[in-house]
C-alpha cells in the first residue's frame, strides 16, 4: 500500500509539471496553423504516455531476456523528466517574479501596471532550459557510457622495495555488469586494460548490481584480463545482494557465494578481509583486501584487524577498499603505514566537467574524495570514477575509468 502511495504521489507531481511545461507549449504555437499545433500537443503527450507507459513495463519483463528495452524504457523516462525539470525551474522563476510583480501592484506603489502573461522570450528560454538536458543526458548515453579513457598517474615512494620500481598497475572499478547493453563496446574496454601491458591488474568492487547472475554473460569477456602478477579484486556494496529482495537468508548467501566463484572463474583472486605479499627478485610488498565498509548508510562488512595482520614488516602496503570514505574514517587514523588505498564506488555520480585541473561534479558534496588522487602526508588515496554505470545509462562529462598507476622508488 506504501509503495501504492508513493507512485501515486509521484505520477500525480509528474502530471501537474507536465501540464504547467505545457501551457508554454500552448503558448509559443499559438499563430501556427490548427493541424500543425495539434501535431506538436499530440507529440508532447506521446512522448510523456510513452515515458510512463515504459517505466509501467519496466518491472514487468524479465531483466535477463529483456535487458536491452529495459535500458532504453529507463532512459526515455529519465531524459524526459530531467529536461522537464530544467524547464519547470525557469518557468517557476519567472513565476515567482511575476507574482511579486503583481502583489505590487496591488500596493498600488508602481506608476505602470506589468504585463500578467508570461513573454514569449521566457517561454523559448524554458524550452531551451529542457532542450539542453535533454541533448546532453542523449549524447551521455550514445556516447559517454563506453568512452573509457586511460587516466595515467606516477607515485613516488621512498620505501618502494627496488624490485617493484616501476611497477605498472592497472585499476578497475565498479563495473556494474547488470547495467550493460553493448558487449562489444565493454570488450573493447577491456582490450583497452591489455593493450597496457600491466603488471597487476586490481579491481575495487561493484562487479553487478543486485544480484549474481547479471554477470553471466560477461564472465568471459572480462576473463581476458590477466597480469603476471595476477588479477586481484574485493566487493562492493552492491556484490551483497543488500538492494534486492531474497526469499531467504540462505538464498541471500548462496548468491554471494556464486558471485566469489566467478571471480575464481575469470582468474581473479577475490580478496576478503585478507591480504598477500607479493613478491618479485626477492622483495616483498603487501596487497590487503578488504570487504565493504562505508561510512554512514552503507554496508560495513570490512575487518581491518583481520585484513591487516601479518603485515607489519612489509616495507609497502597497497589495500583495496571499495568506498573512499573508508581512507579518512578507519585507514589514515588507525593504519598510517598503509601507502596507497584504490577505491571507487563514488562514479564522480556519472556527470561534471573535467577541464585540464579543473574537476567538478555534484558527487563532491557527497564525498570529501571522489574522484582521482588524494594526498595527506605520505598517504595517497587513487579514487577511480568507475568503468560501468548504474542508474542513468550514460555518462556526461565524468567517463568512465581505466587507471594506470606507476610507482616509482624515491621522492617526486
Do not use: C
Not at 557510457?145 to 613516488?156: E, I
Amino acid at each position: 500500500m506504501n509503495r501504492l502511495f508513493v507512485f501515486l504521489f509521484f505520477l500525480l507531481l509528474y502530471v501537474l509539471i507536465d501540464l504547467y511545461i505545457f501551457q508554454v507549449v500552448r503558448q509559443l504555437t499559438e499563430e501556427q496553423p490548427t493541424g500543425r499545433r495539434y501535431l506538436y500537443f499530440g507529440l508532447y503527450w506521446f512522448i510523456t504516455i510513452a515515458a510512463w507507459s515504459g517505466i509501467f513495463l519496466y518491472s514487468r519483463l524479465d531483466p535477463e531476456q529483456f535487458k536491452s528495452l529495459r535500458v532504453v524504457f529507463i532512459s526515455v523516462f529519465f531524459v524526459n523528466i530531467v529536461s522537464k525539470l530544467f524547464a519547470g525551474v525557469v518557468l517557476l522563476t519567472d513565476d515567482l517574479r511575476r507574482g511579486i510583480l503583481w502583489v505590487i501592484d496591488l500596493m498600488g506603489t508602481r506608476e505602470q501596471p506589468f504585463s500578467k502573461s508570461r513573454s514569449d522570450f521566457m517561454a523559448k528560454s524554458a524550452l531551451i532550459a529542457g532542450a539542453v538536458p535533454l541533448a546532453t543526458l542523449s549524447f551521455g548515453i550514445i556516447s559517454g557510457a563506453h568512452d573509457y579513457r586511460v587516466r595515467r598517474r606516477t607515485l613516488h615512494f621512498p620505501n618502494l622495495p627496488a624490485a617493484f620500481d616501476g611497477i605498472q598497475i592497472a585499476q578497475l572499478s565498479d563495473i556494474h555488469t547488470g547495467s550493460f547493453f553493448n558487449k562489444t563496446a565493454v570488450r573493447g574496454g577491456v582490450d583497452m586494460v591489455q593493450a597496457e601491458k600491466p603488471d597487476l591488474i586490481l579491481f575495487t568492487g561493484d562487479l553487478v548490481n543486485d544480484y549474481s547472475e547479471e554477470a553471466r554473460d560477461y564472465l568471459d569477456v572480462f576473463k581476458h584480463l590477466n597480469a603476471p602478477l595476477g588479477v586481484h579484486s574485493i566487493m562492493g556494496n552492491h556484490d551483497y545482494g543488500d538492494y534486492r529482495g531474497w526469499s531467504s537468508q540462505e538464498a541471500k548467501l548462496k548468491d554471494v557465494k556464486n558471485l566469489h566463484e566467478m571471480h575464481g572463474y575469470m582468474g581473479w583472486q577475490i580478496m576478503l578481509n585478507e591480504n598477500k605479499a607479493i613478491t618479485v627478485d626477492g622483495e616483498s610488498i603487501g596487497l590487503l583486501g578488504v570487504e565493504n565498509w562505508g561510512k554512514g548508510r552503507f554496508s560495513k562488512y570490512g575487518d581491518m584487524v583481520k585484513t591487516y595482520e601479518g603485515m607489519e614488516d612489509l616495507p609497502f602496503k597497497l589495500l583495496m577498499s571499495h568506498d573512499p570514505s573508508h581512507w579518512d574514517s578507519q585507514i589514515r587514523p588507525e593504519y598510517s603505514d598503509i601507502d596507497l588505498t584504490l577505491s571507487g564506488h563514488t562514479h564522480g555520480m556519472q556527470f561534471g566537467v573535467e577541464i585540464g585541473n579543473f574537476r567538478w561534479s555534484p558527487s563532491k558534496f557527497v564525498y570529501k574524495q571522489w574522484a582521482d588522487l588524494y594526498q595527506e602526508g605520505a598517504q595517497y588515496l587513487y579514487v577511480n570514477r568507475g568503468f560501468g554505470f548504474i542508474g542513468y545509462p550514460g555518462r556526461v562529462g565524468i567517463l568512465p575509468e581505466i587507471t594506470i598507476l606507476e610507482l616509482k622508488r624515491g621522492v617526486a
